[in-house]
Structure formats: C-alpha cells, structure tokens
C-alpha cells in the first residue's frame, strides 16, 4: 500500500516538503491552519540578497506540488498520536487523517515589537516594524511615514527580540542583519535623497553574496552603520522620533532624530510548534525550537521514528536555507518508510 | 557678563552626547565626494593597529572616520594633523579604503592653511 505522509503547516517548508514526497511516490496530506498556504512567505514583498519576489518565489514553490497532494486549508491540529506503527492526527473542526509518518512544518512567528515598549512600537506612529516595511512596499503606494510625509531620515533597529534576554530570547534570528540592509536599500532606491540608519550590534552577513549587498549599502546608498543598541525612543512635538543610542566604536551617547523608524523584529517558535511537541512529549528546549535528533547529522529527525521536522520550527532560516531543508526532509522520511 | 558667572564658583559641563542633528555635516560630504572609498570602511581597526603614528599619539583613523561620519569635526584638524602619511594603514585595509588621500581630502575640507606641510605634498 502507498504510505501516507502528514505534513503540518503549509508554509514555504511544509509545500516544499509535500512537493519532494509526492515526487518520491508517497501519498502526502498537508493541513495548514490559516485559510491560505505560503506562511508568512504570502506577505513578504522582496527577498534577499537578489530581491526575488515574495510572489514569484511562492508560485514557484506552489508549482512544484501536484494534483495527488491533499491540501487541508482552516484546521488546527488539535491532536496528534503515535498508535503502534502509524500516527492519527485530527483537527479542531473533526478532520482526521492516519499517517505512515509525519513532517512538522510549523514555523516561526515574528516577535511582538510592542513588548520592547521602550522602542515606542503601537506607541508612535512612525515606529513599525520590518513585517510592515514589506506591506508598505507590496503595497506600492508613495513612501510615506504615518503622518503622511517623506521620511527625511529612516533607521533601522537591528536585533528586536533577538539576542536579548530580557526578553526571553537569547537566540539570533540570523535572517534580520541581511534583511536590514535589503530593506535600507529598497528603500533608498525609493527615496534616493533619504539618509538611512542601521543601528545594529553586530552585522551577520553569514550567507552568499550578503557581503556584498553590505558593501553595495555602503558605496552605492551611502546608508551608514552605527554600533550600538537602542536604549529608547522617544516622539518629539513635529512626529519625528527621536533614537537614544551609544555609538559604542566611539564610546559616546548619540541623539539622532529620524522620520520613520523600522524595528527588524525577531524569529521566534510558533505558537502551534509548542502545542505539537507537548502533544507528541517531545522535549522543548530553553528556546522553544523543536531539537532534531543531532543537531549536525540528523537535522530533520527527532528522537520519535516516524515524526520529522523542516524549516524555522528547528530555529531561524532565510528561505532558501528552509526550502533545502525541506527537500533534505522527505529524503530523511523516504529512508525511514522504504526500510 | 562673562567675569560675573565665573565668580559663582561653578561651571557648566557640556554633555559628552553626539548631537547628531545639531552637528555640521558638510565636511564629510565633501570628503566622501572628493574620496569615494570613505563610505566603505568597516571600523575594523586595522588602520589604527598598524600606524606608526597611533605607537606614540592617541592617533586612530577609525576614529576619525567615525567622527567625520558624525559631524564631530571640531577638534578633527588636531586629530588628522598626528598623521604622518607614511601609508602602512592604506596596505591593510581589508575595504580598499583609499587612506592616505583620505587624510589629506579631511584635512583640506577642513581647513588648508592649517596644515602646510599638506598643501605641499598636494603640489600647492
């Protein structure tokens, strides 16, 4: 008989990891909570570091998944069992499905920035966050600030809910640094006479070719950098918002007054990623990712035969790096059914 | 006016802040144009940690580009004016930032006649 595969959540790694199943020949059900699939992919304007469109990107993954895949849109999973060999997964709204195996695909969500309340997020107007940078380009409206002006200034705050423990979150969210210097540049290409910001404590241009779109910031944009991380912001009486920051490679308090303020906020594990492994008695660790059973040579297994897992609900990862994770996914569930 | 306040006994500390909005930009616009390269540095150091000058003096180009890239020009004259052109920052920058011109383009938006010895090494 064909072997049943669950895949839960329908974002960029979950229909990666549908499509690479269906493809190995095994009969894949994706459930997905929300009423569409693509995650948080559906509302990302631009990627890095060679700007390809969210859109594009997402017809191109959701291309790859055929006509045998069943799409289970608007269900939460509510329960999830291991019964003997199989698993049965159901649904809050009674959907219930067997499963030879199953694939956690369950993302992140982003930080909440009103929890750094010192950073003024639903406090000022002008302070939002790098989720709303992306709607306000995919919205292709003239760039304006909230009060209906050309921002003459912009900075961005690096590191919102990452490495911070006051927070509860010591992790790097890893996409953010690259994703600054993305946005600082859209929207210099936008607003050529705007000065930019990056108010960062370390920049982490990890990935291929993320070097270089830094150096294309500093030579081409002349966006400028400063070390050091925000203490507060406050609103002065025109609406500007006005950044308190130690430029610590001068070891000096700077003021700097700026017309929007973006707040890169942080990847943090999805609520439903935390309820899944309660549901299987999966150990969480300090920091809410879900832990593969190594975490350099078995990434995409658990300590469950039979349950795996892909993309951000295992910590932090650009798209790219989520997609490949996903295809090394159901080659990892492929070995498991076939022995 | 002036007497009168001194004899209170007290004086007024100015605060160490980068008023960044209230600073002059100006010198470092021109400098950027004159040496595009200065918007590449990285403050890595390197510079500061070979130069000769940096051995004997409080002397660092990183600082100075930071306090171009600021507006703090005020005392910067003093600062370049440590510089002794030898070039050994300019073979290990890792950015390829033109550091010798950089210099002398700072020290020229600055204020030419201050530094003769420059205008000689730029052929005035």
């Known amino acids: 008989m064909e072997k049943h595969v669950v895949v839960i959540g329908a974002g960029p790694a979950g229909l990666e990891t549908s499509a690479s199943l269906a493809k190995l020949g095994f009969h894949v059900t994706v459930v997905e909570k929300e009423e569409v699939t693509g995650g948080h992919l559906k509302k990302w304007h631009a990627l890095f570091p060679n700007l390809l469109s969210g859109k594009d990107a997402l017809e191109s993954i959701t291309k790859g998944l055929d006509s045998t895949i069943k799409i289970q849109t608007a269900t939460r999973v509510t329960g999830l069992e291991a019964v003997n060999d199989y698993f049965t997964i ?58 209906g002006n050309k921002p003459e200034r912009i900075g961005f705050v690096h590191c919102v809910g990452s490495r911070d423990e006051k927070v509860n979150n010591l992790h790097c969210s890893k996409v953010c640094c690259i994703t600054a210097v993305k946005q600082a540049i859209e929207v210099k290409q936008l607003l050529p006479d705007a000065e930019v910001f990056c108010f960062y404590m370390d920049l982490r241009m990890f990935g291929r070719h993320y070097e270089e779109l ?32 130690e430029d610590t490679l ?4 700077l003021r700097i007054k700026v017309g929007l303020l973006v ?10 990623t935390k309820a899944l492994t309660n ?21 995409n297994n658990t300590e469950i035969p039979g349950v795996f897992v892909a993309g951000t609900c295992t910590g932090p990862k650009s798209v790219s790096d989520t997609l490949a994770d996903a295809r090394s996914a159901a080659l990892a569930v492929a070995d498991y059914l076939k022995s | 006016m002036e007497k009168k ?3 209170f006994g007290y004086t007024v500390t100015r605060d160490r802040q980068i008023d960044f909005d209230a600073n002059n930009h100006d010198i470092c616009k021109i400098v950027a144009k004159a040496e595009p390269t200065l918007n590449l540095c990285i403050s890595c150091g390197s510079c500061a940690a070979t130069c000769s000058a940096g051995q004997f003096t409080d002397f660092s180009l990183r600082q100075v580009i930071l306090l171009l890239r600021r507006g703090e020009t005020k005392d910067l004259d003093k600062e370049v004016s440590k510089c002794m052109l030898c070039g050994k920052c300019q073979l290990v920058c890792p950015r390829n930032v033109s550091t010798r011109n950089l210099i002398i383009q700072i020290s020229r938006a600055l204020c030419d006649n201050r530094m003769p010895g420059l205008q000689i090494v730029n052929g005035k």
């Open chain 1, 279 to 299: 549901m299987l008695g999966l150990k969480n660790v300090s920091d809410g990712f879900i832990q593969p059973l190594d975490e350099v040579l078995r990434t």
């Open chain 1, 263 to 272: 707040l890169m906020a942080g990847m943090e594990p999805a609520a439903g």
């Open chain 2, 5 to 7: 306040a001194k004899n």
């Open chain 1, 90 to 147: 159901s649904g809050h709204n009674g959907w219930q499905e067997k499963a030879d195996a199953v694939v956690l695909t369950t993302g992140f969500q982003l930080f909440d920035s009103h929890r750094k309340e010192e950073y003024g997020y639903g406090i000022y107007e002008n302070v939002i966050t790098s989720a709303d940078l992306e709607e306000l380009f995919a919205s292709e409206k003239e760039f304006l600030n909230r009060h």
């Open chain 1, 214 to 245: 830094y150096k294309e910031a500093q030579e081409k944009y002349n966006i400028q950098f400063i070390r050091g991380r925000l203490s507060e912001s406050t609103e002065d009486k025109e609406g500007n918002i006005v950044v308190k920051v």
């Open chain 1, 250 to 253: 001068l070891g000096k308090p």
